[in-house]
């Protein structure tokens, strides 16, 4: 990481984080070259590994299948904090980097934990029964495969985050109109201008 003065450390924060991201973006690579691909996933600290599932073929599994080496990452967008200085205009946000590798997963006691847990954070309290082995090994997609779960084993994780502080900050649909005023003093008028702030343009 370039910027240590960015990162945070905290694993609660962090946990808290890949809890409320709903994507993630698993990098890879095969003979075509590098690729991303967006992904549900349920993010295990105490373990940590990170799962999420897929259809049993494609161009992600035969690339996992080619190499276990990945990359995955999520970012949460907090807004775009002005500047009176256009380059110094920057984005608030917090993310999360990790690298590891990929492993199928076979055992389906662990496979039905990581089904009830991408459920339990997609759609919480929606069934009114956990999820049964049974089903998991039974269930065939509509193309006739089974549902494939893959663990992220991560070997290293950092975390980042730019904060406004205090700092005005658009967000979207968000004007110029929206931000609270400041007045400063016009050098060559003698009056005062309200303008965007603090931060503002």
Do not use: W
């Not at 900050?169 to 110029?176: D, K, L, R, S």
């Amino acid at each position: 990481m370039r910027r240590h003065d960015k990162a945070f450390h905290d694993p609660q924060a962090i946990a808290d984080l890949m809890r409320r991201a709903p994507t993630g973006f698993l990098a890879l690579a095969d003979a075509e070259g590098p690729f991303a691909v967006p992904v549900n996933f349920a993010y295990v600290a105490e373990e940590q590994r990170i799962y999420f599932h897929s259809a049993a073929e494609g161009r992600k599994v035969a690339a996992m299948d080619g190499s276990p080496r990945a990359g995955f990452t999520v970012c949460e967008y907090l807004g775009t904090m002005p500047d009176r200085v256009p380059g110094k205009v920057g984005t608030a946000y917090r993310s999360v980097m990790a690298r590891g590798r990929l492993r199928r997963v076979t055992d389906l006691a662990e496979e039905t934990r990581v089904l009830q847990l991408l459920l339990d954070k997609y759609v919480p309290g929606f069934f009114d029964r956990p999820l049964l082995p049974s089903h998991v090994d039974r269930y065939r997609s509509s193309r006739g495969s089974r549902v494939l779960v893959v663990a992220f084993e991560i070997e290293e994780l950092t975390a980042k985050a730019a904060l406004p502080r205090g700092r005005a900050i658009f967000t979207p649909g968000m004007t110029v109109r929206d931000l609270p005023l400041v007045r400063t003093r016009s050098p060559s008028a003698g009056h005062d201008h309200g303008v965007p702030g603090p931060g503002g343009f």
